[in-house]
T-cell receptor
Framework: NAGVTQTPKFQVLKTGQSMTLQCAQDMNHNSMYWYRQDPGMGLRLIYYSASEGTTDKGEVPNGYNVSRLNKREFSLRLESAAPSQTSVYFC????????????FGDGTRLSIL | LAKTTQPISMDSYEGQEVNITCSHNNIATNDYITWYQQFPSQGPRFIIQGYKTKVTNEVASLFIPADRKSSTLSLPRVSLSDTAVYYCLVGAETGGGADGLTFGKGTHLIIQP
């Protein structure tokens, strides 16, 4: 039982390059989330998907797009990477939206040069 | 949006009981209170969730007074491995928007020998 799996674990990009971060969960959860965490900071919500077929903006959505491919998978895309997007990205899932414990992946460490 | 306030950091010693308090003055009637633990280079891990009074599991206890404007996470007999960042979240029940998904900076708990 893998839980939430994120790929890749590490990535270095040049400014202006594009990239898609992948996330998959095997717990049959309805809701999925993408967060970023900068040094010394808490997690900030980028986008979330309350249920399959829906996506909504979180606190810091600018520069990102998401796709809820199916119930299992939720991807995050950087169309034109910027140094300010250097961060650790976490994907999470929960059985339902709101008041449901979230299960997190181990993160993707992304550096934009 | 129910904002939470926690101490930035706390120190304690092995074998002691540690209590971390979170303030959430604007908590809504249907909001639950959820605590997460995060180790370096890992995603947050769910610890405990409650609505009122006291909740206990194999890891921690959560105390919530009658007015629900604060909550206290209690870790019994801590060890060095409990050194981590602890986040308090107050969730939104309706699911309309990203309410309750703001982690903040958390409390950095340091356990010394």
């Amino acid at each position: 039982n893998a839980g939430v799996t994120q790929t890749p674990k590490f990535q270095v990009l040049k400014t202006g390059q594009s990239m898609t971060l992948q996330c998959a969960q095997d717990m049959n959860h309805n809701s999925m989330y993408w967060y970023r965490q900068d040094p010394g900071m808490g997690l900030r919500l980028i986008y979330y998907s309350a249920s399959e077929g829906t996506t909504d903006k979180g606190e810091v959505p600018n520069g990102y797009n998401v796709s809820r491919l199916n119930k299992r998978e939720f991807s995050l895309r950087l169309e034109s990477a910027a140094p300010s997007q250097t961060s650790v990205y976490f994907c999470a899932s929960s059985e339902g939206y709101s008041n449901q414990p979230q299960h997190f992946g181990d993160g993707t460490r992304l550096s934009i040069l | 949006l129910a904002k939470t306030t926690q101490p930035i950091s706390m120190d304690s010693y092995e074998g002691q009981e540690v209590n971390i308090t979170c303030s959430h003055n604007n908590i809504a009637t249907n909001d639950y209170i959820t605590w997460y633990q995060q180790f370096p280079s890992q995603g947050p891990r769910f610890i405990i969730q409650g609505y009122k009074t006291k909740v206990t599991n194999e890891v921690a206890s959560l105390f919530i007074p009658a007015d629900r404007k604060s909550s206290t996470l209690s870790l019994p007999r801590v060890s060095l491995s409990d050194t981590a960042v602890y986040y308090c979240l107050v969730g939104a029940e309706t699911g309309g928007g990203a309410d309750g998904l703001t982690f903040g900076k958390g409390t950095h708990l340091i356990i010394q020998p």
